[in-house]
């Protein structure tokens, strides 16, 4: 029904972008391969569990009739049958006496988005993301609208109509219509948005650029791995895209830029470069333009994120460098493509590197790491855990790369390349394993 449901609202991904899509998953898990299978066997144990215990959220909001009561927990009692689930919870408008087989946590609003929302918290905090909805059949197509801009594509959830005779002749089920304004109203209420912490680079002049990066607070991803700023939308993360389009609004409001404007790279962990202005390929890691008040970004979750700035023509780009862009030298087709389409001399370019995971927090095998290697032996060194493995500096490479395609190494600013691993007020893959939360690097050239 669910996918019926997402049919119906047209959601933006075709078949064949989706298929697409689920081979990039594979690109992330091999990301960085010391963890992914950990990580991995981690989220699947979990998501088994979620599976064997799923939750159940029982409306009694929409109507608190002593009727509807007494059919939904009959209902609710059916559903049950002698099974104790991972967690049920009451949704209510007011205080109310509830008799069930097991304990029930109940939260108390008279909006409707509010209680959708604190559920969703509460079944966040437990990696929940099975779950049903016991709700009369008059509201049933209200919740499933709610829900499919609320939850994302990792949740599996259906709803339960019950046909419930001799409901109140006044009862009007909410506007479907008005939900996807709701929810957004609502998530500006929600956190504080004065925590979003923007990290500049001082080489990088104000009077021509927009340029930073940020933290991971002030925004309203719940989870704890991608609270709260998270920025980024994937089908493997529990953020709605209007969650995602909140934080990025949060972040153009402390940043100073229009999310509106915000062109963010669709990584493959390759090297491919997009021209703002030119047909984009269907991934890369790089953006470059020169357009004024187009603020292009790149991610990061332990990766490097790479701005580069032509303090003459006002070019500027923004780059995905994990371990693999590294390797394919993204950051030199980066500088390479300001270079072909707007004449920048690299002397220039001022660069700057965002917060990306430490060579002591990080290791892979020494075949991979080769071309690290060969930029500079003293970039690698052997791990102390896994043979023939080698830490890796992917800071010390890419800048290597930028001073020998002719970057002065004044003009390169490692001050926020902060270890993603160690410091917890950035996302880490690696720390944190899957979902976890990006944040991004971003620049646009001022007028």
């Known amino acids: 029904m669910q996918a019926w449901l997402c049919h119906e609202l047209k959601l933006q991904f075709t078949i064949v972008e989706l298929v697409t899509r689920l081979f990039q998953c594979v690109h992330v898990f091999e990301h960085f391969k010391c963890t992914c299978v950990l990580t991995l066997d981690k989220g699947e144990d979990k998501k088994k569990q979620a599976s064997m215990n799923d939750s159940i959220i029982l409306d009694l909001a929409t109507d608190a009739s002593e009727t509807t009561k007494d059919y939904l927990i009959t209902t609710l009692r059916d559903k049950l049958n002698g099974h104790k689930r991972q967690k049920i919870i009451a949704l209510c408008a007011r205080e109310m006496e509830l008799t069930l087989p097991q304990s029930i946590e109940t939260i108390i609003s008279t909006d409707n988005i509010d209680l959708c929302f604190k559920a969703k918290s509460l079944m966040d905090a437990d990696n929940i993301t099975d779950f049903v909805l016991v709700t009369s059949l008059m509201m049933k197509k209200y919740w499933e609208t709610v829900f499919l801009h609320m939850f994302s594509h990792v ?4 709803i339960r109509g019950v046909d419930v005779p001799n409901q109140p002749s006044g009862l009007v089920r909410p506007e479907v219509d008005s939900v996807e304004s709701s929810i957004k109203n609502y998530f500006k209420t929600v956190g504080n948005p004065d925590e979003v912490k923007i990290l500049r680079s001082a080489l990088i002049p104000s009077d021509k650029f927009n340029a930073g990066f940020h933290e991971r607070y002030g925004g309203v991803s719940q989870l704890p791995p991608i609270a709260s700023l998270n920025t980024i939308y994937t089908m493997r993360k529990p953020d709605s895209q209007l969650a995602i389009n909140e934080n990025r609004r949060r972040l153009g409001q402390a940043a100073g830029f229009d999310p509106e404007q915000l062109k963010v790279a669709r990584v493959e962990h390759g090297k491919s470069i997009w021209v703002v202005g030119k047909t984009p390929p269907a991934y890369y890691d790089g953006i470059v333009t020169n357009m004024p008040g187009i603020t292009i970004a790149a991610p990061g979750a332990d990766c490097s994120m790479i701005l580069l700035a032509d303090t003459v023509t006002g070019a500027c780009g923004a780059v995905h460098a994990g371990w693999r862009g590294t390797t394919l030298g993204a950051v030199r087709a980066c500088l390479k493509a300001m270079v072909d389409e707007y004449q920048t001399n690299p002397k220039d370019v001022v660069a700057a590197i965002g917060p990306t995971v430490d ?15 060969e930029l500079d032996p003293s970039f690698t060194w052997p791990s102390e855990s896994n043979i023939d493995w080698v830490h890796a500096d992917l800071v010390k490479a890419n800048v290597k790369m930028l001073e020998l395609d002719g970057v002065p190494s004044s003009n390169i600013d490692t001050s926020n390349a902060y270890c993603t691993v ?11 394993g899957i979902p976890f939360g990006n944040q991004i690097g971003f620049i646009s050239y001022k007028a």
């Open 359 to 373: 060579g002591k927090c990080f290791d892979l095998p020494a075949v991979d790491a080769s071309p690290v290697h």
């Open 155 to 158: 949740h599996n959830w259906s």
């Open 422 to 432: 160690c410091n917890k007020q950035f996302f880490s893959h690696r720390r944190d």
